[in-house]
């Protein structure tokens, strides 16, 4: 059985690419997934953890994302609960990306509430966004679902979740072990600063895990650093990366187009 649409995840790993991820936190207006499509990302990162986007305008940009050809992933709020979950896989989100993950506890929770039966706890309906509002076989929904259409992605954010990474990566139903840079540079004292040793084995340690257990490695929060960007794919084999975001670009690109303007003094 095959898909409405196309999980890209899957096809960049598979084909041992990247799958390069455009954030968006602001805009709940639909051509903005165009212009992330155009520019040559494969996924979108919409936040729904730091940010004011409703369930409704989310469910719209996973929509437009599918027709666009690009993978709509969301971020959920921190212990958002079972059913803020199942309303967003329902709203056409082909993956969840679920914030501090600290153990192999929190990441099965993270399954349970994203799989259907027998991995998992989520409730049937019918006419998913996912499958172009199409009625699905039971079986064949459940059967695409489990494996390619909830993908989970466990965020790694702190100092505890590191010494726990084997453990987290080993856990059924994980697809994407997710590292989040600036929450985890902030838990070890050195927020923002990627070139310290500590954020640098702590990713080494973390894609080991992935490597062994057969997950993605994935990192958020490095934008505009093109050498630890170079040294996180081809070093430490990153197959998922939010490479930036919607109010990111806009505060940078406003800032440079103030700054080029001439001094009239």
Known sequence: MTSFYTNTLETCTASGQLCKAFGIKISPNAQVVQIARNSGFDSLFIDLEHAWLTLAEASNLCNVGHLCGITPFVRVPHQCGNGYVQRVLDGGAMGVIFP???????????????????????????????????GMAVDQTIEFCNRSGSTVF?????????????????????????????????????????????Y?????????????????????????????????????????????????????????AVEALPDIN
Not at 124 to 131: A, E, R, V, Y
Not at 164 to 183: F, H, K, T, W
Not at 239 to 248: A, E, G, I, T
Request: aromatic fraction near 6%; proline fraction near 4%.
């Open 100 to 134: 501090h993950i600290h153990n192999a506890d929190d990441a099965k929770a993270a399954v349970k509430i994203s799989k259907y039966p027998p991995l998992g706890c989520r409730s049937m309906t019918g006419q998913m966004p996912i499958f172009g509002m199409r």
């Open 154 to 198: 466990a965020m790694i954010e702190s100092r505890d979740a590191v010494e726990r990474a084997d453990e987290i990566a080993a856990v059924e139903g994980v697809d994407v072990v997710l590292v989040g840079s600036m929450d985890l540079t902030i838990d070890f004292g050195i927020g923002g600063q990627f070139d310290k040793p500590e």
């Open 200 to 256: 640098r084995s702590s990713l080494e340690k973390i894609s080991q895990a992935c490597r062994v257990h057969g997950k993605v490695f994935g990192v958020a929060g490095v934008y505009d650093n093109p050498a630890l960007q170079d040294w996180i794919i081809k070093g430490l084999g990153a197959r998922f990366m939010l490479v930036q975001q919607d109010s990111s670009l806009l505060s940078s690109g406003s800032v440079k």
